[in-house]
């Protein structure tokens, strides 16, 4: 999920900078104000979520960046418009192998790949490129990111639409099975991840 993901925007920090030097330096992404979230659609409706930032971190060198990795704990998938029973039922049933197998596949990992300058006009000024990598299976993926840069913090927000398929997340999906025998059991594939991500 993701999210995951998404936080490759943090990478953007350097690039407000001027080159300082010859050597190699690395930040780390900070979890604790860092949150993101999920929405998954069935024909019936929908559910949405958050899930926590495992760890991440960013290289860059002479100003420029040089590579970075964010990793996403899959066991924190917490679904927020349900209560109870109902809510501990789909938060499992999202960690079974029927979704995303965390018992063994316990993390969800975005690596970037590159990033441009856009000129938007809902304040997205840069797109980020890279790889998600979800059940063991990778995507590229492709997404706008709008950033705020100070001295002391970079914020960085967007979403991004994934396809479960390309995980191979099956479940009632019309990818695998008969839409016409799913009927309004379909969940769709689609699913968005939004994420706003805080580097100091």
Known sequence: MNTLLLSAALLLNPLFGS?????AERSTI???SSSITWEGKK???????????????????NGLITGATVIINMATINT?????GSKESLDGHLMSDDFFGV?????????????????????????????VTIKGRTANVSFPVMVN???SETSISG???????????????KSFFDPAEL??????????????????
């Open 19 to 23: 080159p300082t030097g010859g050597e």
């Open 30 to 32: 900070d979890p604790a």
């Open 43 to 61: 024909v019936t409706g929908s559910h949405n979520g958050d899930i926590q930032v495992q760890s991440g971190f960013i290289d860059t060198e």
């Open 80 to 84: 927020t418009d349900l209560e109870g």
């Open 103 to 131: 018992e063994q596949f316990p993390t969800a990992q975005f690596e970037l790949t590159g990033i441009n300058p856009v000129r938007s006009e809902n304040g997205m000024n840069f797109v980020a490129m890279g790889t």
């Open 149 to 151: 840069n100070s001295k």
């Open 159 to 173: 979403e991004v639409v994934l396809d479960r398929s390309d995980f191979d997340v099956r479940f009632r999906s």
């Open 183 to 200: 009927g309004d059991k379909l969940i769709y594939d689609d699913f968005t991840i939004g994420f706003s991500l805080n580097a100091k």
